[in-house]
């Protein structure tokens, strides 16, 4: 049995063609296409199972079956991994977009990807933006900067007022949307792609956890791990909690049975029956779950009349217009983007602390020390600065000034936290300059240059 995916238009069916064709080449895990059909804009895929979503709500509450979802939810990390090494981002990332192929209980299940619709390479660059509207609540802020930006751009090209909020609900023409060509769109071009991705993957573990098949402790750590993952701004960061959050789950899938364990026997003087020995027991604990909102921004008219259907077809209403809403949590719409979470304020105040406000705290400490070491230098020897300097730090703080107003009203406000931290640097060695200049046989200017170097060191986003 196959599986034939009808596409609304020729651009959304040639990029979703060129994003299977291309990973099947490298033997990814997404499903294989059949049969190519551009005059009907259809594609006939391989049939590749049921959505991870359906497949792990129909497991049960005990340890085989834990296991049993700790491996698929494995291959399903190990999935998104391996297709964003091959360069290709996909940016929807959730369960009902993996699909799970059991098989017979006693295989390996296979995991694959679908639904590339929201998915970027820079061998086939945008030509409009992503069909989907930014929020802050399920989007990497890079990304969210990226969409709100190419959508910007949109209005501007195709001539149309730009809503008051992309946020909210607002309809685009769909001709006019079919007709617009745009170039260098943000999307292609992420400046943080592999934090996006870990979002995601954080988002799907959170998404996981609230389901009956993990018992309290393993939904504690899926909650725990994708909390971490959340609004990361260091890729290499990201890589490691991907690659942290792939031994966990394997290791989590490998564990055996667990068995009640045999006590040896007690000899008791009072009695000579061989029988009479103790056992340890265990009590496996069932998870409860939470209840949660379910809030998505989706188009209105999106099909979902089968599990692998596409969930952002163009289906227009009376007006020809496509519109973007919110829908409500029952109405079982399809979704863009992983699911509102209600996370535990106890995990979530711990994520926090470990991955942002200690990380900035340091940095800003950093920052500190520098400044009040450069003040005391300067006041202790009654140094007086150099034209040169003195320009140099009017332009760092002219620019500074410019970088916090994006910290405060821009979208991705850590991306111009990490600015503003860079241009810090050249002040501190414009100074450190400045310092070695008027007292070159002497050193105390070191501990200035080296704070310098620690605050760049620690501002750089690395790259893979």
């Known amino acids: 049995m196959n599986y034939i995916k009808q596409f609304s238009d020729a651009y959304s069916h040639s990029r979703e063609y060129f994003f299977l064709d291309l990973l099947n080449q490298y033997n990814a895990p997404v499903p294989k296409v059949l049969l190519n059909d551009p005059e009907n804009k259809q594609l006939e895929m391989q049939h590749v199972g049921i959505t991870m979503h359906k497949w792990l709500h129909q497991l049960g509450s005990n340890a085989e079956a834990q296991a049993r979802a700790m491996q698929v939810l494995q291959l399903a990390l190990g999935c998104t991994k391996t297709i964003a090494e091959r360069g290709v981002w996909h940016l929807d990332l959730a369960l009902r977009n993996l699909m799970v192929d059991d098989g017979f209980a006693s295989q390996r299940p296979k995991v694959y990807v679908i639904d590339f619709s929201l998915a970027v390479a820079k061998q086939l660059p945008l030509q409009k933006p992503l069909w989907i ?137 009072q009695s000579n029956n061989d029988d009479d020995s103790s056992a340890k027991s265990s009590l496996a604990a069932t998870l409860n779950p939470q209840s949660y909102t379910q809030v998505f921004p989706t188009i209105k008219g999106a099909n979902q009349s089968s599990e692998n259907a596409e969930h952002f077809d163009f289906i227009s209403n009376d007006s020809s217009t496509p519109n973007f809403k919110v829908p409500n949590a029952s109405s079982g719409a399809s979704t863009i983007g992983g699911p509102k979470l209600s996370p535990s304020p106890q995990n979530h105040f711990k994520s926090i602390t470990n991955n942002f406000w200690l990380n900035w705290f340091i940095k800003i400490g950093f920052t500190a020390i520098a400044y009040i070491l450069a003040d005391a230098l300067i006041w202790s020897y009654k140094l007086k600065l150099s034209s040169f300097s003195i320009w140099g730090l009017i332009a760092v703080t002219l620019a500074s000034s410019i970088g916090l107003m994006g910290v405060v009203f821009s979208v991705n406000r850590v991306i111009w936290a990490y600015r503003v931290l860079r241009l810090q640097t050249i002040g501190f060695l414009l100074l450190s300059l400045e310092f070695w200049v008027n007292k070159p046989g002497l050193f105390w200017y070191a501990p200035l240059l080296i704070c310098s170097a620690l605050i760049g060191l620690l501002s750089i986003h690395k790259r893979p």
């Open 133 to 269: 509207r930014p929020d802050s609540s399920q989007h990497h802020p890079s990304l969210q900067y990226a969409i709100t930006e190419d959508w910007n751009k949109f209005f501007n090209v195709a001539n149309l007022p730009r809503p008051n909020s992309l946020n909210q609900e607002f309809d685009i023409p769909i001709q006019i949307y079919s007709e617009t060509w745009i170039s260098d769109l943000l999307a292609d071009r992420l400046e943080l792609p592999w934090c996006v991705i870990a979002h995601s993957s954080g988002s799907l573990l959170l998404e996981a956890s609230f389901i009956s098949c993990f018992d309290k402790p393993t939904s504690f750590r899926l909650s725990e791990l994708g909390h971490s993952m959340l609004n990361l701004s260091n890729d290499s960061e990201a890589i490691s909690l991907i690659q942290h959050a792939l031994i966990f789950t394997s290791s989590a899938s490998n564990q055996s049975t667990p068995r009640p364990t045999a006590a040896t026997p007690i000899n008791n003087p």
